[in-house]
């Protein structure tokens, strides 16, 4: 059975950091393009990062490039989003992801997802 476990949300003021992980069992996340989206009240769940399973290639969203990083721990089968710099408007839901193939933003391609950890960015 695939789990995806988040942790490491909470509050922080505007400019602080936060280290989100995603614990996975039930699947290798070296053979998996991993992604984090985040949703925020009324708006739909929207593509934050990935990282492909091949070589470790990176991809952002626009409003996060330059603030988060996504990594994984194959020996801990984890992943990571380290976010710096945070403004308010970064306050969602955070939810990892496994995608069937593809290395997308595409959120129907992944078909498996956590439960979510709550980040709050306050002013």
């Known amino acids: 059975q695939v789990q995806l476990v988040e942790s490491g949300g909470g509050l922080v003021q505007a400019g602080g950091s936060l280290r989100l992980a995603c614990a996975a069992s039930?699947?290798?996340?070296?053979?998996?393009?991993m992604g984090w989206f985040r949703q925020s009240p009324g708006k739909e769940r929207e593509f934050v990062a990935a990282?492909?399973?091949?070589?470790?290639?990176?991809d952002y969203a626009d409003p996060v490039k330059g603030r988060f990083t996504m990594s994984r721990d194959n020996a801990k089968n984890t992943v990571y989003l380290q976010m710096n710099s945070l403004k308010p408007e970064d306050t969602a839901v955070y939810y990892c992801?496994?995608?069937?193939?593809?290395?997308?933003?595409?959120?129907?391609?992944?078909?498996?997802w956590g439960q979510g950890t709550q980040v709050t960015v306050s002013s």
């Open positions: 992801a496994r995608s069937r193939s593809l290395f997308t933003r595409t959120l129907s391609t992944y078909n498996y």
């Open positions: 990282i492909r399973w091949s070589d470790d290639n990176t």
């Open positions: 039930g699947l290798t996340i070296s053979t998996y393009t």
